[in-house]
């Protein structure tokens, strides 16, 4: 078991979906590029690891997630003078309207959790190929499965977290598959709702270009019948 710190701010200022990698461009420029968890960047070279600070659209506002040694140092922003930030040409205030600071206990368990994933980036460009060779809808998501698994043990690799226990993900519905527009390129994005026996944070992004505001997770809260 882990013990991991997460911190969401959400700032009060409302920006567009495809201006959320612009709002990460700002912060990283306000904060300095020497400020490599900002970023996971070497110079020009691209560091292959869990994104501890994430940039999001929640509730149609510019959000930080920050996860573990993510939360120590997004200090570098808030230690600043001034918050404000150009996007596309225009200075933008960022005052805070809320603010979560969270610690969780990391575990396996017996019982499953129920989750959504908005916007999942589960395909690289292989993966892609394979997939839609795939005839069935049930080798589909025996696949998407997979990529889910590994994207929790990329996680909790990124965090310092050794799992002991198989990870169990059962996909429950795939509610929606479709095309989006990511720097330029095309790429394909699921809606899902799935179980995991893995204990996860409200929030946090999974997939690629997590740090983008993709991947992210919400519980699923079960309604009680009254």
Not at 20 to 31: D, L, P, T
Not at 74 to 92: N, P, T
Not at 137 to 146: A, D, G, N, P
Request: with cysteine; aromatic share 14%.
């Amino acid at each position: 078991m882990l013990k991991l710190k997460t911190l969401l701010v959400i700032f009060d200022a409302r920006i567009a979906p495809p201006l959320v990698s612009s709002f990460r461009g700002a912060v990283i420029s306000k904060v300095g590029f020497q400020n490599q968890i900002f970023h996971n960047h070497d110079g020009d070279h691209f560091i292959y690891k869990y994104p501890l600070i994430q940039y999001k659209l929640i509730h149609k506002k510019a959000s930080l997630y920050c996860v573990g040694d993510g939360v120590d140092e997004i200090h570098h922003f808030f230690g600043l003078k001034s918050w404000d930030i150009m996007l596309q040409d225009k200075l933008v205030p960022l005052k805070i309207y809320k603010l979560n600071l969270n610690t969780f206990n990391m575990n396996t368990w017996d019982k499953k959790f129920r989750y959504s994933i908005y916007n999942w980036l589960a395909l690289n460009e292989k993966n892609y190929g394979i997939y839609h060779a795939m005839q069935s809808l049930v080798e589909k998501i025996s696949f998407l499965e997979k990529m889910l698994t590994g994207n929790i043990l990329s996680f909790a690799k990124g965090i310092g977290w050794h799992i002991e226990k198989p990870v169990e993900v059962k996909i429950q519905e795939l509610k929606g598959e479709k095309m989006i527009r990511y720097k330029g390129v095309p790429l394909m994005a699921f809606d899902v709702y799935f179980n995991t026996n893995v204990f996860l944070p409200n929030y946090l992004g999974l997939g690629k270009s997590a740090s983008h505001g993709f991947g992210v997770v919400r519980e699923v809260k079960e309604k009680k019948i009254k």
